[in-house]
Nanobody
Framework: QVQLVESGGGLVQAGGSLRLSCAAS????????VRWYRQAPGKQRALVAAIFSGGGTTYPPSVKGRFTISRDNAKNTVYLQMNNLKPEDTAIYYC?????????WGQGTQVTVSS
């Protein structure tokens, strides 16, 4: 299995920015998709961004225009740039790499947005 390590979380005021990183132990170019999910206390895990092997991306309406997913194949790292953060963005953020043979998750990184 591929190991994923998230980093970049922290405490930020509303309106601020954070950039999360997801470093993979293997080549991210082999994954059909790499996705960021988040889970707030008492809520289900929800998708916040995905990037596909062809470079396409998708976002739910709640983060579209504020979050940007990107990747650096040379560094085997996927990023999530989060701008104009809101208190409702507070959650643990998880990275997921998926293909027909792989479904790997990182340990998560906490993002807390204060009002």
């Amino acid at each position: 299995q591929v190991q994923l390590v998230e980093s970049g979380g922290g405490l930020v005021q509303a309106g601020g920015s954070l950039r999360l990183s997801c470093a993979a132990s293997g080549s991210i170019s082999t994954f059909a998709s790499v996705r960021w999910y988040r889970q707030a206390p008492g809520k289900q895990r929800a998708l916040v961004a995905a990037i596909f092997s062809g470079g396409g991306t998708t976002y739910p309406p709640s983060v579209k225009g504020r979050f940007t997913i990107s990747r650096d194949n040379a560094k085997n790292t996927v990023y999530l740039q989060m701008n104009n953060l809101k208190p409702e963005d507070t959650a643990i953020y998880y990275c997921n790499a998926w293909s027909q043979e792989i479904d790997s998750w990182g340990q998560g990184t906490q993002v807390t947005v204060s009002s």
